[in-house]
C-alpha cells in the first residue's frame, strides 16, 4: 500500500496538464516505484537538480525541469530588475540532455529571457566561461557528472560563471519552491528569445587556455610525447584533442570506442574515471602504444583522471590528490622560475583534499586558503578575494582542478592541456610523472590518501546515511585504529574542538554536514554525505616521511596498511 500523502502526489500528477504519455508511464508503475518516484520532490538543492530520468515529482524529467528553470526566471526576474537578462545553457552527451536543455531554453525565452543556447553538446567549463563572455546573468548545464547512465542533472549558475552559492542558492530553492503546479510554468517557447553559440566562444575558450601556458620550450622538446585519451563517451571529444594539438603535442591518441558521445556509456559500468573500469580500454590502448600519459574525463568534462608508468613500466592510475599535487607544485615551479610569485598569489583546496598542497604551496610562500567540498565554494573564494589575491590554480580530490579564473569550475579541458605540458616538462628533465611525484614526497611527505563510498539509495538509504552522521556526532571515537584523537571539526555546528584541552573554537565556514577527526599522527579521517549522490563518503589520509625516491613503495606500503587498519577499525 501506498501512503496517503504519495497517492495525493500521484493524483494531482495526473490530474494537470502533464502530456498523456506520461499519464500512461504514472498508471504503469508499481507501488515500490510509486513511493520512489512520488516521495518527495526532487529536490532544487544548492547545485540545481539531480536525479534519476523517469516519471513523478522525484525524478528528473520535462516537468521538474520546466519547474526549476521557472522558480529560477522568476528570481532572476526579481535580481536584475529592469535589465535585459541573459543565460548561457549547455549540456552533456546523457540521455535526454538536449530535451531538457531545449525545454530549459523555451521556459526562460517564455520569461522574456534572452537565451544563448549551445547548438551542440559542449563542457561544463566552457558554460562557465561562456557566462562571463557574452554578460549573462546566470547559466544552466544539463549533466549528472559521473553519475550512472539513469540519472541526469541540471546545474545553475551566477553571473560570475560559478554555480550558485548563498543568498541566491537559497533564495532560487524558495522560488522553485513556490511553484504550485506544473500550470505555473511557462513552457510556449519564443524562438526570438534564443540564439544558438558555438564555434565563436569555442576559439575564445580555447585561446584563454593556450595563454595558461609556462613551459613552451619543453613540449617543443617532447612535442612527440605520446598520449592517449579517452572522452568515456562525453564532451571532452569537443575539445580535448584540439586544446592537445595547439599546444604542439602530435602524437594524440582517442579511444575510438569511447569517442562517439553515447547517454548509454556502453563500454563502462559507470562514466567514471575515478574507476580503473572506465579507463581499462585507454590503458590497453596505452600499454600498446608505450605511451607516456593517459587522460580520461567524465561525461561533461569537468574532471579528468590521470595514468603514468611506475618505475616497473607498468601503468598506474593517479588518484585525485596525486594529480592536484603534481599540478600544484608544476604551477608554483614554473611561476616561481618565470619570475611571477610576489606573495600576492594563492592556491585554493578544499577540507577534504590532501594537506599535502598547503605544505607545498607554504614553501613557495603562497596562500592556500581551504573551503568547503565543491567548486562553487573556490569559486566564491576567489570572487571575495579579486583584487587582492592572485588565484594560480586549486582543486580538489575528486579529481576536478582549475588553474586560472577565466572559469570560475573546476575545467577538465584546461586541466589536460596542463597535464600534459606538466608531463613534458618532467620528461625534458629525464623524469617520469612517478619520479616526479617521489621527488616531491621526499621532500614535502608523502600522504596516501584513500575514499570509502558507501551507497545507500531511495527513502531508507537517505535515513541510514542521515543517522549514520547522528550517530557519529553522538558518539564520536576517542581514538581510531589505536591512535588517539587530537581534534574534531564539526562543520555542521562550525565547531573545531581540542580533544586533550577540551577548549573550542569557531570554524570560519558555511555550515555543512561534514564531521573531521584528526588524529594524534596527522592521520585525518572525514565523513561526508554527498550533496549530489545516494552516498556517504569517508575521506581517509595519512602521512609519513620519505627518506628517499627509492623507499617509495615500502612506504606505500606501510600507508596502506594503515588505512585498512582505519577502515576496519571504523566498520567502512
Known amino acids: 500500500m501506498i501512503s496517503e500523502e504519495i497517492q495525493a502526489k500521484k493524483d494531482s500528477w495526473l490530474n494537470s496538464q502533464i502530456d498523456e504519455e506520461s499519464k500512461q508511464a504514472i498508471l504503469a508503475l508499481n507501488d515500490e516505484e510509486l513511493a520512489d518516484s512520488f516521495y518527495k520532490d526532487l529536490e532544487f538543492g544548492t547545485g540545481g537538480l539531480r536525479g534519476i530520468m523517469g516519471i513523478g515529482s522525484n525524478r528528473m524529467n520535462k516537468y521538474t525541469v520546466g519547474m526549476a528553470t521557472q522558480g529560477l526566471a522568476n528570481y532572476l526576474i526579481k535580481a536584475f530588475p529592469n535589465e535585459q537578462i541573459k543565460v548561457a545553457i549547455a549540456h552533456d552527451s546523457r540521455n535526454n540532455s538536449r530535451f531538457f536543455a ?51 542533472g541540471y546545474k ?37 528569445n534564443i540564439e544558438l553559440i558555438g564555434e565563436a566562444i569555442d576559439e575564445k575558450y580555447l585561446k584563454a587556455i593556450e595563454g595558461l601556458t609556462l613551459a613552451q620550450n619543453a613540449i617543443t622538446h617532447q612535442k612527440d610525447l605520446k598520449i592517449v585519451f579517452s572522452p568515456i ?20 591518441f582517442v579511444v575510438k570506442e569511447q569517442a562517439e558521445p553515447n547517454g548509454d556509456f556502453p563500454t563502462v559500468v559507470y562514466p567514471n574515471p575515478e574507476e580503473k573500469e572506465a579507463m581499462t580500454l585507454a590503458l590497453n590502448m596505452a600499454k600498446a602504444l608505450d605511451a607516456d600519459l593517459v587522460m580520461a574525463t567524465d561525461p561533461d568534462a569537468d574532471r579528468v583522471g590521470i595514468a603514468a608508468k611506475n618505475e616497473k613500466g607498468e601503468f598506474e592510475l593517479l588518484n585525485g590528490n596525486q594529480a592536484a599535487t603534481l599540478l600544484v607544485y608544476f604551477l608554483l615551479k614554473k611561476w616561481q622560475e618565470n619570475g611571477k610569485l610576489n606573495g600576492n598569489q594563492m592556491i585554493i583546496k578544499t577540507i577534504v583534499t590532501t594537506d599535502l598542497l598547503a605544505k607545498i604551496a607554504k614553501d613557495f610562500g603562497v596562500d592556500c586558503p581551504e573551503t568547503l567540498t565543491g567548486f562553487k565554494f573556490i569559486a566564491a573564494l576567489i570572487r571575495e578575494l579579486e583584487g587582492k589575491k592572485e588565484f594560480i590554480g586549486g582543486g580538489e580530490e575528486s579529481y576536478g582542478y582549475m588553474i586560472s579564473d577565466f572559469v570560475r569550475d573546476k575545467d577538465a579541458i584546461a586541466s589536460c592541456a596542463m597535464l600534459a605540458e606538466m608531463c613534458a616538462w618532467a620528461k625534458d628533465q629525464g623524469l617520469s610523472v612517478f619520479d616526479l611525484l617521489k621527488q616531491i614526497y621526499t621532500k614535502y611527505g608523502f600522504y596516501q590518501e584513500s575514499l570509502v563510498s558507501m551507497t545507500r539509495k531511495g527513502m531508507k538509504g537517505a535515513e541510514e546515511i542521515k543517522q549514520m552522521m547522528i550517530d557519529l556526532r553522538a558518539n564520536p571515537p576517542k581514538s581510531i585504529a589505536g591512535i588517539k584523537v587530537a581534534k574534531t571539526m564539526d562543520y555542521q555546528l562550525s565547531v573545531e574542538k581540542d580533544i586533550a584541552t577540551g577548549t573550542e573554537k ?17 592521520s585525518k579521517i572525514s565523513a561526508r554525505p554527498s550533496g549530489t549522490e545516494p552516498k556517504i563518503k569517508f575521506y581517509i589520509s595519512v602521512t609519513a616521511a620519505l627518506a628517499s625516491p627509492n623507499e617509495y613503495n615500502n612506504t606505500k606500503l606501510g600507508l596502506e596498511a594503515k588505512i585498512e587498519v582505519i577502515k576496519k577499525d571504523l566498520g567502512i
Open 102 to 152: 531545449e525545454t530549459t531554453a523555451a521556459v526562460f525565452s517564455a520569461n522574456g529571457i534572452h537565451v544563448y543556447l549551445f547548438k551542440e553538446l559542449r563542457p561544463t567549463p566552457e558554460l562557465s566561461f561562456a557566462i562571463r563572455e557574452l554578460g549573462c546573468k546566470s547559466g544552466v548545464v544539463v549533466t549528472a557528472s559521473h553519475n550512472p547512465r539513469e540519472y541526469n
Open 506 to 522: 569557531a570554524i570560519d565556514l558555511p555550515k555543512s554536514d561534514v564531521l573531521q577527526f584528526l588524529l594524534e599522527d596527522g
Open 156 to 192: 545553475a549558475y551566477w553571473d560570475d560563471g560559478a554555480q550558485v552559492i548563498a543568498p541566491h542558492d537559497k533564495n532560487i530553492i524558495k522560488e522553485v519552491q513556490a511553484i504550485a503546479s506544473i500550470a505555473d510554468v511557462k513552457f510556449a517557447k519564443v524562438a526570438a
Open 233 to 252: 563517451h562525453g564532451t571532452g571529444i569537443t575539445l580535448v584533442p584540439e586544446i592537445l594539438k595547439r599546444k604542439g603535442f602530435e602524437q594524440v
